[in-house]
């Protein structure tokens, strides 16, 4: 069974640009969650979809947003990109919204210049 | 406000001593609270997980100890292999599935 699939791999963006990443759940696997992993701040959580709904969102900036399609495949958008966005953003998914087993991708690494 | 404190941030073990990790948690809504390892290039792995109605579980060379009174809760690993060598997040979940992960203990175990 395939791991959950994270694309790009790596993404260099410029100040004030925008950019979408993409993540493939497990196959089966409905919710999909998004962290934010930085030397700094650590894994900070972005938000979590399941059946396309977000169900929780972190404390991050409107600039953050996201989407999940009907084969469960979810997207993060971020807008406006400042120096301070720069950081692994990491996917994780589980079988659903009450199942605690996440499985985290190996990433989008993510620099803005 | 940081919810999950971690501690030592950094540790070096020789092969076959023991590393133990300690973490405390202020939410007292947290109802699971799993430990994920990451090598690097990788995301985490979850590695073993415990609830707060159980004290102590055991997978292998790796236990959790866990103290609800007190908050807190700890990793154990039991004859440390150089491949264990990674950072090791502890983590809380209260609602959905929203973890708030501690600040990660590298740990190097030395052959």
């Known amino acids: 069974k395939a791991g959950v699939t994270q694309t790009p791999r790596y993404l260099i963006k410029t100040r004030g640009q925008q950019v979408t990443l993409s993540c493939s759940p497990i196959?089966?696997?409905?919710?999909v969650s998004w962290y934010q992993q930085t030397p700094g701040q650590g894994l900070q959580f972005l938000f979590e979809y399941f059946s396309e709904t977000q169900r929780n969102k972190g404390n991050f900036p409107g600039r953050f947003s996201g989407r999940q399609f009907s084969n469960s495949r979810s997207e993060m958008n971020v807008s406006t990109l400042e120096l301070g966005d720069s950081a692994l953003y990491l996917c994780?998914?589980?079988?659903?919204?009450?199942?605690?087993?996440?499985?985290f991708g190996s990433g989008t690494q993510l620099s803005v210049l | 406000q940081q919810q999950v404190k971690q501690s030592p941030q950094s540790l070096i073990v020789q092969k076959g001593g023991i590393s133990i990790i300690n973490c405390a948690y202020e939410n007292t809504a947290f109802d699971y609270f799993p430990w994920y390892q990451q090598f690097p290039g990788k995301g985490p792995a979850l590695l073993i997980a415990i609830r707060p109605d159980v004290s102590e579980k055991k997978e292998g060379r790796f236990t959790i100890s866990f103290n609800k009174s007190a908050k807190q809760f700890s990793l154990h690993i039991m004859d440390s292999q150089p491949g264990d060598s990674a950072t090791y997040f502890c983590a809380g979940k209260a609602a959905g599935n929203k973890l708030t992960f501690g600040g990660g203990t590298r740990v190097l175990v030395k052959p």
């Open positions: 196959s089966g696997h409905r919710s």
């Open positions: 994780a998914s589980s079988l659903d919204s009450v199942n605690e087993k996440l499985f």
